[in-house]
């Protein structure tokens, strides 16, 4: 099992910017893949930013140049620095994890760009 909890959410204003933090524990040794995902009202989940162990980034491409994902090992966590934020990028952001035969979510935290 791994918990997920998310944080670092929030209103900004457009072209602003937001750190989300993802506080990873449990069976963590056996992660594949942790990732953020978003979900804005009335659309579904999709994909933001994937991190792939050992090594590699995925990113939407809406998203390309201006987000960033990391993972600190060290601390079991994960991160999403977002800059120039737009209006589009408002919603409710998850924190994932994968693992053989099991994928974990975190709660999710608001993400709300808005003058």
């Known amino acids: 099992q791994v918990q997920l909890v998310e944080s670092g959410g929030g209103l900004v204003q457009p072209g602003g910017s937001l750190r989300l933090s993802c506080a990873a524990s449990g069976s963590i040794f056996r992660i594949n893949a942790m990732g953020w995902y978003r979900q804005a009202p009335g659309k579904q989940r999709e994909l933001v930013a994937l991190s792939r162990s050992p090594g590699g980034t995925n990113y939407a491409d809406s998203v390309k140049g201006r987000f960033t994902i990391s993972r600190d090992n060290v601390n079991d966590m994960l991160y999403l620095q977002m800059n120039s934020l737009k209006p589009e990028d408002t919603a409710v952001y998850y924190c994932?994890?994968?693992?053989?035969?099991?994928?974990?979510w975190g709660q999710g935290t608001q993400v709300t760009v808005s003058s």
């Open positions: 994932n994890a994968v693992q053989t035969g099991a994928n974990y």
